[in-house]
Nanobody, 121 residues
Framework: QVQLVESGGGLVQPGESLTLSCVVS????????MRWYRQSPGKERELVAT???????NYEDSVKGRFTVSRDNAKNMVTLQMNSLKPEDSATYYC???????????????WGQGTQVTVSS
């Protein structure tokens, strides 16, 4: 059974930091691209950060320079370090594991349950 378990969300003031973690089980973690998405009420889910299985990293423009994504294949874990948080960063953050299998030709995508981040004074 595939499980992605996020943790680390909470309520912080603008300018503060949070670190989100996602621990993955049930898949070969190193073979998957790992992504962080977020979704606010009334808005579509948006991709925030990606760290591929080869270590390539990409960020959504509004978080560049503030967020850092990393992965630890030994621990089956991906983290999102969020600094200089803004009220507009408030959302539910989701961890996603994704791969297009060259063996089966199928796309595999798994999601965590989400963790809430609220930035407010």
């Amino acid at each position: 059974q595939v499980q992605l378990v996020e943790s680390g969300g909470g309520l912080v003031q603008p300018g503060e930091s949070l670190t989100l973690s996602c621990v993955v089980s049930g898949i070969t973690f190193s073979g998957y691209d790992m992504r962080w998405y977020r979704q606010s009420p009334g808005k579509e889910r948006e991709l925030v950060a990606t760290v591929t299985r080869t270590g390539a990293i990409n960020y959504e423009d509004s978080v560049k320079g503030r967020f850092t994504v990393s992965r630890d294949n030994a621990k089956n874990m991906v983290t999102l370090q969020m600094n200089s948080l803004k009220p507009e960063d408030s959302a539910t953050y989701y961890c996603n594991a994704h791969v297009n299998s060259v063996v089966t030709g199928k796309e595999y995508s798994y999601w965590g349950q989400g963790t809430q981040v609220t930035v407010s004074s």
